[in-house]
């Protein structure tokens, strides 16, 4: 189906990157741009889409009803909002027959919420897309899991400012670490679940390969790291993998890679080019 209508849930570190990007770079403009938000940041929105919206889609609004969001009837909603917005909204665009796309990966951690989508999505035959976000060869993890996974492993190491206001901050003093210091270990269901804001390439990655509860992830606080630092290396059947990425905190947030927002772009422009790579 050709996009036509987009729908945006979010209008933040990740959404405000990704817009400006998709607005550099569409190939002809949409018919409809909707930014779901909460009213206390609807302003900021406005002024977002007034220097964006124009760019991307002929109609272009904030909507801070999700009601009226939903009535729009999107070819494909993007979710960049954290984890309570794929548990407020995930299910109710995939049961009108609307594509998601869901950034916050670590909220599939939840049994009972994935199980809700699925069946929403399975129902309506819309399709629920996981973002790659920080992570890149996503595609040939996936494809080792068909050949066979035999080890997987998963390192996040950011500087300590980027734990705080997690539960690292009761784990380790962050204003004073100076040197390297592990404060998790354990599986990639609990990493994402308890990191929400940190540890959602952990759920991407566990995901694409050998489940939730088989991949070992390792939290890290480290004053050298010259980004979000983010390692996995794998021994399969056909190939082996050793991958380490270094993104760019983003200025809003330190806990989100800047690259996210762009792997949501690519995603979006995917869809409106004859060709998608």
């Known amino acids: 189906m050709k996009l036509k209508s987009l729908g945006v849930i979010g209008s933040g570190a990740i959404a405000a990157p990704m817009l400006e990007a998709v607005a550099g770079n569409v190939p002809a403009q949409l018919d ?11 302003d900021g929105a406005r002024a977002l889409l007034d220097k964006v919206g124009p760019r991307i889609a002929r109609e272009h609004e904030v909507v801070t009803d999700a009601d009226a969001f939903l009535s729009r009837r999107h070819d494909l909603v993007v979710e960049c909002a954290g984890h309570a917005a794929v548990k407020a909204y995930g299910t109710r665009v995939l049961e ?7 950034v916050s990966i670590g909220s599939l951690t939840d ?19 996981l973002c790659s976000g920080a992570i890149g060869g996503i595609d040939l993890l996936s494809a080792a899991r068909l050949a066979g996974i035999e080890r997987i ?3 996040s190491r950011k500087p300590p400012k980027a734990w705080k206001g997690t539960p690292a901050a009761l784990l380790v003093d962050l204003d004073t670490v100076t040197s390297e210091t592990v404060f998790y270990e354990g599986t990639a269901r609990a990493a994402a679940r308890d990191y929400p804001q940190n540890a ?9 390969s050998v489940g939730l509860d088989h991949v070992t992830v390792r939290l890290v606080a480290d004053p050298a790291a010259p980004g979000n630092v983010h390692e996995f290396k794998l021994s399969s059947a056909c190939a082996d993998m050793d991958v380490r990425i270094v993104g760019k905190p983003s200025p809003d947030n330190p806990k989100t890679s800047m690259s996210t927002a762009y792997t949501v772009a690519r995603e979006i422009l995917n869809r409106l080019s004859p060709i998608a790579i």
């Open 200 to 208: 959602n390439s952990a759920a991407t990655i566990a995901i694409a």
């Open 96 to 102: 009108v027959g609307t594509d998601l796309l869901v």
């Open 153 to 155: 492993t998963y390192t």
């Open 32 to 42: 409809r741009l909707s930014l779901l938000t909460l009213p206390a940041v609807a």
């Open 111 to 129: 049994d009972a919420l994935r199980e809700s989508l699925r069946a929403a999505a399975e129902k309506s035959g819309a399709r629920m897309i």
